[in-house]
């Protein structure tokens, strides 16, 4: 009986690699000078932080690791990726409307998310730990988050 259990949720496993997870995996094309970076202007620092820990979620740069290509961790993680994208888009920071930044609102966010440890997300910086953002981290993200809210917009 366990023989055939064991084969079953192998066949299982094997059939569901070919079911497409929804939306598809991909890092759609993007202009870089409406990107995060370009917009912004952040220090390299900060720039690096937000690229090791934001960007795999939140920009059209995802690196793919190999768990996302097998069925059904590879369909939690395109969802994670898309969600995050929908909500924070570092690719897009400036939308085809847009000729200067305005959402301040959201940018401030950045920060705030940062700071109470909501983001990243503990389920992957257990996968990434690079990504795990230290009390220094916090503070050069934050602190050039104020300095820019701060300053003339």
């Known amino acids: 009986m366990k023989k055939k259990l064991s084969i079953a ?11 497409p997870a929804a939306p598809p ?4 094309p993007f202009d870089a000078a409406r990107g995060f970076e370009q917009v912004m202007k952040p220090p390299s620092e900060v720039a690096s932080i937000l690229k090791r820990a934001c960007y795999d979620c939140h920009s059209n ?37 847009e000729n200067e930044f305005s959402d301040w609102s959201g940018f401030e ?8 440890g909501k983001m990243p997300k503990e389920g992957y910086v257990k996968l990434h730990p690079a990504a795990i953002l230290t009390e220094q981290d916090k503070q050069a993200v934050c602190g050039w988050v104020n300095r ?5 917009k």
Request: proline share 8%; aromatic share 10%.
């Open 109 to 116: 966010k950045i920060c705030t998310e940062v700071r109470t």
């Open 9 to 19: 949720a192998v066949a299982l496993m094997a059939v569901i690699q070919f079911v």
């Open 25 to 28: 995996k991909s890092n759609p």
């Open 148 to 152: 820019k809210m701060a300053g003339p």
């Open 61 to 97: 740069e995802t690196v793919w690791p190999a768990y996302s290509y097998i069925a059904p961790v590879s369909w939690l993680v395109q969802k994670h990726v898309a969600d995050g994208r929908r909500l924070l888009n570092f690719s897009e920071w400036l939308l085809p409307a």
